[in-house]
């Protein structure tokens, strides 16, 4: 039987189309192929093993590697070292300069794509929203099956959240982000638009995502929503519920110390609070951290900052604690949601973090920006007995494995990829 030829396009850094790569490439059906900015093929391996215990950033390298034929992937290095060089703008004064160096490195990235899709030639071309660009033109003209996986709000969505003020507002309850305003935007929402508008089929994961990209226009039909859940490798790492944990305030939080993951509400929750809180937060180094929140370190809040850390060691920490907080201002589907269910932690995030949190069930869900309905979730979660508190964990650390798996993503997007091949 002759297989499918898919060509995967990650993009920067551990995009999940690494692990759906991977995933695909187990199937009798397809023939994998995989663009990715940077991949740990043999030589790099061979080359960082010794390193990789002692650096963080290696190790997470290498972590990027699944189960992929490495002479079917290819690596554009260039534009990983592109992104690398802007991340060192991380201050307000110098962010435009950090987007406008980043999208060099995207359109390098877009340019080289476009040559590999000509090569390859293949029957889907599945790449990550804001890496197709030029590529995309190439695609239309020999009527090759292409999909955007688009993981976050709509870009427009998302400035007028974010930045068109100083201050939190909805855009579902306000005015839409004009033509000419969006020329305000970065660089990368910039692309991210581009490659929406251009999109002939548009895969995103979550609902939430959805409704953002049908409020500012897209046809619904051409959007399928697929909820990604949580990879193999990261569900290998917990094999079982763990019960002894740290006390519940000792409170996590996971994911980039940015004003979108809704830090400054979390901050302003905690300290409005008179209780005895430990706050442990894991994905941030303390630069980052006392660059945007400097008095979080002068109240009376405790601080514990774990830094990066690897897969493994974040399952750890995930299953050492109760209550995981993700106040999330905008998201697509935030994975440190999955990861933190799959863990067996008590969730309490807003709808905008694009997760599968049901109020009551899973943890509590808070308006998102409400910094009082924060401070109200915060104390009930204290207040749950630990019988009942335990059985929401547990439950929800079985749920993920039953229905929010690799496997299960891999049947849905089977599904999809047939229903695209037989209306082409």
């Given at each position: 039987m002759n297989k499918k030829k898919i060509l995967l396009s990650a993009g920067f850094n551990k995009s999940h189309l690494i692990s759906v790569a991977g995933v695909l490439n187990q199937s009798k059906t397809y023939n994998v192929y995989l663009i990715c900015s940077l991949y740990p093929k043999l030589f790099f391996r061979k080359l960082f093993r010794i390193l990789a215990p002692y650096n963080k950033g290696i190790h997470r390298f290498l972590d990027r590697r699944e189960n992929l034929q490495e002479n079917k992937v290819y690596s554009i290095p260039i534009s990983e070292i592109i992104s690398k060089i802007s991340s060192i703008f991380i201050s307000k004064e110098k962010i435009d300069f950090k987007y406008k160096i980043e999208s060099l490195g995207i359109n390098y990235y877009a340019n080289k794509s476009a040559n590999i899709v000509k090569k390859l030639q293949p029957s889907i071309y599945h790449y990550r929203s804001c890496y197709g660009l030029d590529s995309l033109k190439y695609t239309k003209s020999r009527n090759i099956i292409s999909i955007c996986d688009h993981t976050i709000c709509h870009p427009r969505f998302l400035w007028k959240q974010l930045y068109s003020t100083d201050y939190y507002v909805d855009p579902f309850n306000s005015e839409k982000l004009k033509k000419h305003e969006a020329k305000?935007?970065?660089?990368?929402?910039?692309?991210?638009?581009?490659?929406?508008?251009?999109a002939e089929n548009i895969l995103v994961n979550s609902d939430i995502v959805k409704k953002t990209c049908v409020f500012y226009g897209i046809t619904p039909s051409i959007i399928k929503v697929i909820y990604l859940g949580c990879d193999d490798k990261f569900l290998s790492y917990s094999t079982e519920f763990i019960t002894k944990r740290k006390a519940r305030k000792e409170i996590l939080y996971a994911g980039a110390w940015t004003k979108r993951k809704g830090i400054f509400e979390l901050v302003k929750a905690l300290e409005n609070l008179e209780e005895d809180i430990t706050l442990n937060i894991v994905g941030a180094s303390y630069k980052e951290v006392e660059l945007l929140t400097p008095n979080i370190f002068r109240n009376k809040i405790k601080i514990n900052i774990y830094g990066y850390v690897n897969r493994d060691r974040l399952s750890k920490i995930y299953s050492a604690h109760q209550i995981v907080i993700i106040p999330s201002l905008a998201e697509g589907s935030a994975r440190v949601g999955f990861e933190a269910l799959a863990c067996g932690c008590?969730?309490?995030?807003?709808?905008?973090?694009?997760?599968?949190?049901?109020?009551?069930?899973?943890?509590?869900?808070?308006?998102?920006?409400?910094?009082?309905?924060l401070e109200l979730s915060i104390i009930?979660?204290?207040?749950?007995?630990?019988?009942?508190?335990?059985?929401?964990?547990?439950?929800?650390?079985?749920?993920?494995?039953?229905?929010?798996?690799?496997?299960?993503?891999?049947?849905?997007?089977?599904?999809?990829?047939e229903y695209l091949e037989s209306n082409s």
């Open positions: 305000s935007m970065n660089n990368i929402y910039k692309l991210m638009e581009y490659d929406l508008e251009n008590f969730v309490i995030t807003t709808p905008y973090s694009g997760t599968i949190v049901k109020n009551n069930i899973n943890g509590f869900l808070f308006e998102a920006g409400n910094t009082k309905q009930k979660a204290f207040g749950i007995s630990n019988k009942e508190i335990n059985k929401i964990m547990y439950d929800n650390y079985w749920l993920i494995r039953k229905q929010f798996t690799s496997e299960k993503y891999f049947e849905k997007l089977h599904r999809y990829y």
